[in-house]
């Protein structure tokens, strides 16, 4: 059976899923809305035979699954919709919403929901993070801290600048960071009670935009351990865009995770490779290892080939072949977190969860 996708928004997110389907076997992108000429233009010349439909409405009867990559303030509403039309499986972009007011309705929606909704948590499939999480236990002897960090460029345009407004985005430590609070549930399997947060906005398009470019977050969890984020997003000059570590009884496993090939300047050669760390107390010495990723998926997407392999298990789970592996529970908890980390930045107060 092919899998005929159909694609909600085809920005710039849209049309990497776009690529990223497109390497899948037995899976094609059918059809395609789209508001913005220019994106529409852009996926028409990724897919030359899809129906560009005017309406949701329109392209929900010729598709077996859906992608939203809309603007994060559209993605409740646009979810109700599916779920009253035909409730079809759904990937979601991040976040699942963005008003807390949503919360308690979104969560009643997906547990009624009759078919899968996966939340797009990209970074959890990106090759080195796999490979960190594949280790990350037996390294460290059981997670006390994990540190996880990113020095990358600033917010890019999108279709009237659109995540540059905390209003639409959510606010920057909801619409970026949400992926990064996902990783700390995903790593320690356990669920945050505190959250403390400093941030602000001091060198990215000052006076245009009300989005903060800078900002630590330290997360205490239910079991014990803690996590912290630095995210600076000014600091596009850095050899790898990611990195994360994390620290137990036995030592210390780092991954390092290299940004976008489009933005590494040519003069320096070929972008770096991803490498993961063990560094053990006894006996000490780290030990390094490079974690490569294929070349088609580096082309396909910004994201280390994450998009791709996200789309392998999420087609899996659009035939019932396998399970959700991105909850709206996770996605819900994402977001959470990310409201309490922008109401303590605002307020200089921790908030309790």
């Known amino acids: 059976m092919t899998l005929r996708y ?29 508001t913005d000429e220019g994106m529409a233009a852009g996926a028409r010349g990724l897919l030359p035979a899809a129906r560009r439909c005017a309406s949701l409405d329109e392209m929900l009867p010729g598709i077996d699954a859906l992608v939203v990559a809309t603007p994060n303030d559209l993605h409740a509403a646009q979810l109700a919709e599916v779920a009253a039309r035909r409730p079809l499986p759904i990937l979601m972009e991040k976040p699942l919403y963005t008003d807390p007011a949503d ?20 970074y959890r499939y990106m090759p080195p993070v796999a490979a960190f999480l594949g280790r990350v236990g037996g390294a460290t002897g059981g997670i006390r801290m994990l540190s996880v960090r990113e020095h990358r460029f600033p917010f890019l345009d999108k279709v009237g600048r659109w995540n540059r407004s905390n209003a639409r985005s959510g606010g ?33 398009r000052l006076g245009e935009a009300d989005v903060w470019d800078n900002a630590y977050v330290i997360v205490d969890f239910r079991g014990g351990a803690r996590a912290m984020l630095e995210l600076c997003m000014f600091a596009e000059g850095s050899k790898f865009q990611e990195r994360l570590a994390a620290f137990g009884p036995k030592g210390m496993l780092e991954a390092k995770v290299v940004g976008p090939g ?16 063990e560094s053990p107390r ?24 994450a998009t ?21 529970r996770d996605g819900a908890w994402a977001v959470r977190m990310g409201h309490a980390a922008q109401e303590s930045a605002r307020t200089g107060r921790a908030v309790v969860l």
């Open 103 to 122: 919360a308690d309705a979104v969560a009643r929606l997906a547990e009624g929901y009759p078919a899968p909704i996966w939340v797009a948590m990209e």
């Open 308 to 328: 791709f392999y996200q789309h392998q298990r999420f087609a899996r789970a659009a035939l019932g072949k396998g399970p959700v592996e991105v909850t709206a």
């Open 262 to 277: 489009r933005f590494w300047p040519e003069r320096l050669g070929k972008p770096p490779v991803p490498v993961l760390t």
């Open 282 to 305: 006894e006996p000490r010495g780290p030990v390094k290892r490079k974690v490569p990723v294929p070349e088609d998926l580096l082309e396909a997407g910004d994201h280390n080939g």
């Open 6 to 34: 159909g694609i909600l928004g085809t920005g710039m997110m849209g049309q990497e899923h776009i690529r990223n389907i497109a390497l899948l076997d037995d899976a094609e992108t059918v059809a395609f809305v789209e």
């Open 172 to 204: 920057t430590l909801v619409e970026k960071c949400c992926h990064f609070f996902d990783l700390m549930r995903l790593i320690l399997r356990d669920d945050p009670v505190r959250v403390m947060a400093s941030a602000g906005q001091d060198v990215n």
